[in-house]
Each structure stands twice: as C-alpha cells, then as structure tokens.
RNA sequence: GUCCCCUUCGUCUAUCGGUUAGGACGCCAGAUUUUCAUUCUGGAAAGAGGAGUUCGAUUCUCCUAGGGGAUACCA
C-alpha cells in the first residue's frame, strides 16, 4: 500500500516554524517511500480562520520548497459529510445528544478538579432518555467513548502509551450549532483523503487515544501514528516570538537561504550518525522515524546562521544575484540594469564568502554601486594618511599605464608598486581598500579592481587621494 | 489537581551493556592571509539525583527532582 502522509495546519496565523518542520517531516516521509503527501486546511474555526493565513501557509511551503500532491482539502467545505458521520454514530448507538449547559459544565469541571478527579464530562446525558430533553435547547453530540478499559496508542516515535479509558470523556463531535469538532473532522478527513501515516507534534499525543476510540467505533483502518517532539526556546519554554517562532516568511526576510532552514529544521530532533550537511536527496533517501529524538530540542539561531553561511558559500553566484538584486533595487528605488547585475555576479564569488544571510550579503554589496566620491568609514578614513594618499597617487600613475585590465595585472601592478615603494603590501592594500571600498572590510583587494574596472577603481584612487593628500 | 511524555558538553546530537563518552554549532588559543571572512590545528566543555538488575551501566527497571504537553461547543 503506498504511504500517504499530510501536513494539516489551521490557518489562524502565518506557517510557524515548528509547523514547518512538521511539514518537512511529513513530506521527507512521503518522497522517502515514494508515497503521497497531501495539505489540508483546517478551517473550521471561522472565527479565526483567514484568507492571509492560507495564502502565508501556501507560500512558505513553496519557498521551503514542500510540494504537496493533489489539491488541498479545506476542512470546512466538508462539514457535511462529518455531520453525516455523526449522525451515523447516533443511529448506531455510539453518539448521543447532550443538552448540558455550558455552566453546568463549568461546574461540573470545578467539581472534579477540587476532588482531584480529572475534570471530564461525566456522561450525565449518556444513557438518559431522550424524552427528558429540554425544549427550545440545541444539544450538542457527543461520543459515547469506553468507560472500561485502556487505549493503547503505538506510535513509532513515542512507542507505546497507554491512557486508562476513564481519563477520556465523551468528546463532543457535533457543535450545537451543527458545525464539527476538530476531533470528528479529523479523524473522518484522515479517512477519506486515504492518510496512512500521521506525523503531527506531540502535543497531538492524547487526542490520538480519544482519535483512536472514534476510528475503531466507525470500523475504520487505523493509521500509523508518529507523534514528534516540539521545538522549544533557547530558554526551555514554549517556543514564542522572541525565541524565533515567527512565520518561515520572516526568516526569509532576515536572509536565511530556504535550504539551510531546512537542513537546520531536519537536524532540530532527527539525527543521521554525525552527518550535519545534507542535501535534500540525502535527507529524502535517509529519512526515517525511527532516528527522530523523544525530547524537545531548542531553537538555536547561532546554529542556524552557520548552516546558513554553509549554504550561502555553496550557492552558485547566478542564485544570489537573483536573490539579492531585488534588495538592492528597492534601496536604490530603480530596477538594477544589465551592467550592474553583470558586475553584482561578478563580484559574488568574493561577496559570499564572507556572508551569513542574504542581508549581508547584499550590504556588502552596496560599495560596488557607490556615487563618487565616496563616503568613507570612521576607521576607512583612519588609513589614509598623508604618505598613503602618495603611494596611492602614485599607484593611480602605474595603473593607468596597463593596457589590460583584469585580476591578474592589476595584482602583478600594486606588487609592483609595494615594492617599489619597499613597503609591505598591507601598507598599500589597506589604503587602497579604504579608497575602492570606504571600508577596512572587503573582498580581495585584486578582486575588487577587477570587478570595479579600471575607470571606477582609478577614479576612486584619485578621490581619496586628493581628498586627504 | 489529573493524565501523558521527556532528561548525554551552553545548544543540536551519536552511543542501541564493556568507548580515553564521538561529531556539529558556539566559545578560547594558534597557523594561513592584503582587511574581514573562509580554511586548518589545538583546547575547555556532558550522562539530573538516588536505589536496584548485572561481572560490568549513559545504555535495562523503579523512585525523586526538574522540564514539557494535554486536560475547550480551539485546532
């Protein structure tokens, strides 16, 4: 039987991170078996449900680069048919009207907390005639789940997990306004879309016990379960704002590249011996459940920068131009032309080097472009002291002798002229990036003339060394 | 309160009864270098606590502590 998994969020807010990684799971899972892995919206909460979210959860998924097969499901457009299912469990004897209160209910929690009982619905509608429903009241309808026994889930993460059955209380499936319950339109939505594998968090862990008793009422096949770890803050606690639970559109916008993210969120609890770099075929032929971890796993930004620098350094220079060219134009308030994109690729084998997002990769940018005469840095400025600006003048002269002019000669040409000068070449290429860049950091020094050009690179000689001569 | 789960360097993790407890990030030191970064070398750094089982426990069992999750006419 080929493997079907899904990834089913709520559309309540933007993708967050743990959703992604649940995502990334569930799809790994499904390319991994070569099985399916289908997206389903669960919409049913009106009330919270938007449109933004839906387009934000599309979207992050295809930045992530999470394709999923066949057309989503919207939970809500099914409501009819899981309304159906609990009509069909009434008639069957296995779901009942309750025309309990909310207050009453309140109260009856109350009640049982300070007993130290668990504090369920205690069935009082369960096995009472039905003559005796009050008029003028919509009831709800409930599950009529074992009060005998245990439910034994067998999950592949969290192994076996037994739950007494008299901790379960009788969910409800059907609102009193008629609208399902997230419990009965899962387990009906699971079933129908043909879900063979569930890969949910952990917090999903004891609606799976009271899942389990609704699919074995109904008759249905159960599912594989996995239930995964949370993703926890760097402090331990609930992953919040401040800890990195933003929206995956948010880490795209910090510069984080969609493959290290996603490398990042596959080592977050599963692990593959000491591998730490793995590619996407990889992660698709490794992928497994049984490596997943038991434990939370910490958000770690530092880690994630890292990996992000990893991948920015493998990436192909056409890529990040792509990536970055946009950036740029919109500091610049113009689209970038020809020229300018040609010497931004140019000078990306040496820009990314040193780059750890996306941002910094396109600040880094940013003297490629700059108006002469430049702005210079505090400590750029520091450095060009009288006797550089001479040596720098004098470098301008030899320069404008080449008659070529790539990386090549105009290294051969400032060796030549520290040496003319007898000083080490750190007293010239320093002045000299401080002159062509307005800052201490930069690319090579020989790269910089080059993606430069002769004209920018010796104009901006002359400026610097006619500014502080 | 009740139920469920978790616990190896600061962090992510390896180990599936016998290891100098390994790797990665971060941190520290050094090397390379025209800056920064990269790269390379080295270093500090861990089995929550307590019982048991065993010739031998990080590994198996139990207890305690700590953390997390669930306890909705939310999903």
Known sequence: MTIVTRFAPSPTGFLHIGGARTALFNWLYARHNGGKF??????????????????????????????????????????ERHAEIARALIADGKAYHCYASREELEEMREKARAEGRPPIYDGRWRDRDPADAPTGFDPVIRFKSPNEGATVINDLVQGEVTFANRQLDDMILLRADGTPTYMLSVVVDDHDMGVTDIIRGDD?????ARQQQLITALGWPLPRLAHIPLIHGSDGAKLSKRHGALGVDAYRDMGYLPEALRNYLLRLGWSHGDDEIISTEQAIDWFNLENVGKSAARFDFAKLENLNGVYIREADDAYLTSLIAPILSEKAGRPLNANELKILE????????????????????????????????????????????????????????????????????????????????????????????????????????????????????????????
């Not at 009330?47 to 939970?75: C, H, N, V």
């Not at 999903?204 to 799976?208: E, I, Y």
């Not at 000669?409 to 990036?433: C, F, Y």
Request: charged share 30%; net charge negative.
């Open 38 to 79: 289908l997206l389903r919206i669960e919409d049913t909460d009106r009330k919270r449900s938007t449109d933004a979210a839906i387009e934000a959860i599309f979207d992050g998924m295809k930045w992530l680069g999470l394709d999923w097969d066949d057309e989503p499901i919207f939970q809500y457009s099914r409501r």
């Open 204 to 208: 999903h862990l004891t609606n799976a």
């Open 346 to 469: 140019k000078a990306m084998n040496g820009l990314k080097e040193r780059a750890k997002s996306v941002i910094s990769l396109a600040d880094s940018s940013l003297f490629l472009f700059a108006a002469r005469p430049l702005v210079l840095e505090a400590n750029a400025q520091k450095l060009l002291t009288t006797d550089a600006c001479n040596i720098l003048g004098r470098l301008a002269d030899r320069l404008e002798q080449l008659d070529e002019w790539n990386k090549e000669v105009a290294e051969a040409a400032v060796r030549a002229a520290a040496d003319s000068e007898a000083v080490k070449l750190g007293k010239i290429a320093q002045p000299l990036r401080a002159a062509l860049t307005g800052s201490t950091v930069s690319p090579g020094i020989f790269d910089v003339l080059d993606v430069l050009g002769r004209e920018q690179s010796i104009g901006r000689i002359r400026d610097a060394a006619a500014a502080n001569g």
